[in-house]
């Protein structure tokens, strides 16, 4: 009897995580980790092979595609960031379905010219697309009508090379990163109303001391455009966020920080963490970049990641690597080894627990966008336009190469049998068929 309930309630749960699959809600999927449990997506494609559909969007935009339902929605903005709008494609025909401006902005901050108006990718659910675009505004908005439910214009930060974390949904709450080169804080806002749950501060402010002593206000060096990520460790939910020069975990009620682990060397990071083996992977940034692998700490335990911690601390760098780092594009975490592509097309395999390299080999190309995988399948998107698929396995191996007229700056979203990509340009349907 123990033995048909358990093989039931796998069956259940393997069908729930099916039709989970159907909805891409956030940056990087369902877990926020760049991993779909989709079959039979296409391996092949160009701009006349396996295109189900085309659509431009208008524009200049990072932010990644999000799907629910048969909706996919994106932001953009218009280059000079003074006007703010959210897009609805249908997901079956392409069709644009809504064109909504959410903000006009009198006058936008500077940005980085590699940067946009509209890079942070929406969050959305059944009913409800969540939006930001930094100190600009967030806004909610129901997906049926169109109508903003409730938006926020308040929080001040100078975003300095413009703005980039995404927001992200976790029970009630809505969690944005604020990392400036004025203030660096992470709020949770009650999804519902938009109202602020809890505000924490980063717990350290890092500043170089000028030729008089005093500090200085260096941008980058405070400036970071991480995504959050909760998981579970221990047995108990974490929020797990990346400011400049440091990973923060905190409590996500109540926004207590637990413990932190401080890289000096590098500054602004850029990637969402993802978590396995008990360990917890992200890259540190720019600079002297490493990919750090963390064993999670006690609370109140702080440790610098380039030196020993003191006897006793459960928080831990258990390894790390300084070759062929990425410091944009996101890792991705695949049955106890470590995949990543850095910003200048080298792909790489850590034993996830040892950091042992697997193997090291350049793809070519430039890399902003995150890996995806699926189906034993990595696929790596370049700004140059072309996407090469490679294997999840202990030996490198190339398994096709796809070119559309474009470059990728945004990562890949999943439904179904379907890739939807978006260029810088347009947003397409990839599918196996006419």
Not at 44 to 72: C, D, F, M, Y
Not at 116 to 134: D, F, N
Not at 263 to 281: I, N
Request: net charge neutral.
């Amino acid at each position: 009897m123990n033995r048909v309930c358990l093989v039931v309630g796998w069956a259940c749960a393997w069908a729930v995580a099916l039709a989970a699959e159907e909805n891409w809600p956030q940056f990087r999927g369902p877990r926020g980790d760049g991993t779909s449990l989709g079959t039979g997506l296409p391996l092949h494609w160009a701009e006349g092979q396996n295109v189900r559909w085309k659509t431009a969007i208008h524009g200049r935009a990072w932010s990644s595609p999000v799907l629910w339902g048969g909706q996919v929605w994106v932001s953009t903005a218009t280059e000079d960031g003074h006007e703010r709008f959210v897009v609805c494609v249908d997901r079956d025909s392409g069709r644009v379905v809504r064109d909504l401006k959410v903000f006009d902005v009198e006058k936008p901050q500077s940005i980085h010219q590699f940067n946009t108006y509209a890079s942070p990718t929406p969050a959305l659910e059944a009913g409800r697309l969540y939006v930001t675009y930094g100190a600009a505004g967030t806004a909610c908005l129901d997906t049926r009508t169109g109508h903003v439910l409730w938006t926020r214009r308040d929080f001040v930060c100078n975003h300095y090379r413009g703005a980039g974390s995404s927001p992200i949904l976790y029970q009630g709450l809505l969690f944005l990163n604020f990392d400036g080169s004025d203030h660096q804080f992470i709020v949770a806002l009650d999804k519902a109303t938009g109202r602020t749950v809890w505000r924490q501060e980063r717990s350290i402010d890092y500043r170089d001391l000028g030729p008089d002593g005093q500090p200085q206000l260096e941008g980058d060096l405070r400036k970071a455009f991480a995504t959050c990520q909760v998981t579970v460790l221990e047995g108990a939910p974490v929020l797990l966020s990346q400011g400049s020069k440091a990973l923060y975990a905190y409590d996500p009620p109540t926004g207590a920080e637990l413990w932190r682990v401080e890289e000096r060397t590098s500054y602004s990071g850029s990637t969402r963490p993802v978590v396995g083996d008990g360990l917890v992977f992200v890259p540190s940034g720019f600079s002297s970049g490493q990919v750090l692998a963390i064993r999670p700490g006690r609370r109140g335990e702080v440790i610098d990641a380039n030196t020993p911690p003191p006897p006793g601390t459960q928080l831990a760098v258990v390894w790390k690597a300084k070759r062929a780092v990425p410091k944009k594009p996101s890792l991705l975490f695949l049955g106890g080894r470590l995949f990543a592509i850095d910003d200048n097309g080298v792909a790489t395999c850590w034993e996830a627990t040892t950091g042992r390299v697997l193997w090291n080999e350049r793809v070519g190309g430039n890399y902003s966008a995150s890996p995806l995988a699926a189906e034993g399948h990595i696929y790596c998107f370049s700004e140059e336009g072309k996407t090469t698929v490679l294997a999840a396995s202990d030996r490198f191996t190339k398994l096709a190469e796809n070119q559309l007229e474009d470059g990728f700056m945004a990562s890949p979203a999943v439904a179904g049998k379907a890739l939807f990509l978006r260029t810088k340009t347009s947003l397409y349907r990839i599918e196996v068929g006419p």
